[in-house]
């Protein structure tokens, strides 16, 4: 079964209002990330959050790590329109074999 | 360039035929990914290529092939797929080893269309 489990699966705001996401993992990671998805194209890396980093900024992204919960959050501020998109959380696997697991996704729709 | 280019954008296919899916990237990356994307689903991986050999091999049926040609270069051989392999197949990039999560670079994706 996939590492990450994202909620909410589908997230519908107003331009200008703020989006936050879930991610939830099982095991034991290095690092997490977050991807965007605009519809049927290849995924863009949006931020990465290390295991010993608790909150990480990247413009109007702001990612949170809790790993004693196994759960991260994206808050996107000031959500534009072209944020429609679907969002994908990552896990990096903290053994030498690690790969990246990516969780269901939530789909954001942001009305102008 | 930091770009992963892939090859070609759509793709109809019959059961009966073989064709490849290419990936390129002139990044200087060593690790180089397939994913299969149903969707509304998040991707799959397939294989990890990492310094031109393979590294994961997600238990991929026979039917799908992969080839590392140089360390640009990244093919997917197709033979005999089956109505259930359409999907979007991505092709990623990253700059070490592939191991431990590294943030990985996507191309645009091939669409499958199998009939």
Redesign the interface.
């Known amino acids: 079964s996939?590492q990450g489990e994202e909620d909410p699966q589908a997230l519908s705001i107003q331009e200008g209002e703020n989006a936050t996401m879930n991610c939830s993992y099982k095991t034991s990671?290095?690092?997490?990330?977050w991807?965007r998805q605009n519809s049927?194209?290849?995924?863009?890396?949006l931020i990465?959050i290390r295991s010993n980093e608790r909150e990480k900024h990247s413009g109007r992204l702001r990612v949170t790590l809790d790993t004693s919960k196994k759960s991260s959050s994206l808050l996107i501020t000031a959500s534009r329109a072209a944020d429609t998109a679907s969002y994908?959380c990552?896990?990096?696997?903290?053994?030498?074999?690690?790969?990246?697991?990516?969780?269901?996704?939530t789909?954001l729709t942001v009305k102008p | 360039d930091t770009e992963?280019t892939q090859t070609p954008k759509h793709l109809v296919m019959g059961m009966t035929n073989k064709k490849s899916l290419k990936c390129e990237q002139h990044m200087g990356h060593r690790a180089m990914y397939w994913y299969k994307q149903k969707a509304?689903?998040?991707?799959?991986?397939m294989f990890?290529y990492s310094y031109e050999k393979l590294s994961?091999n997600e238990s991929v049926p026979s039917r799908f092939s992969p080839e590392c040609p140089n360390s640009s270069l990244l093919n997917l051989h197709l033979h005999a797929l089956q109505p259930e392999d359409s999907a979007?197949y991505?092709c990623?990039s990253s700059p070490g080893t592939?191991?431990?999560?590294?943030?990985?670079?996507?191309?645009?994706?091939t669409?499958l269309l199998v009939l």
């Open positions: 996939q990671i290095n690092n997490l990330q991807y049927g194209r290849g995924l863009v890396h990465l994908f990552a896990t990096g696997d903290n053994t030498n074999a690690g790969k990246s697991t990516f969780g269901d996704g789909t | 992963v509304k689903k998040p991707p799959e991986l990890v994961i979007l991505l990623a592939g191991t431990r999560g590294e943030t990985q670079y996507f191309g645009p994706g669409r």
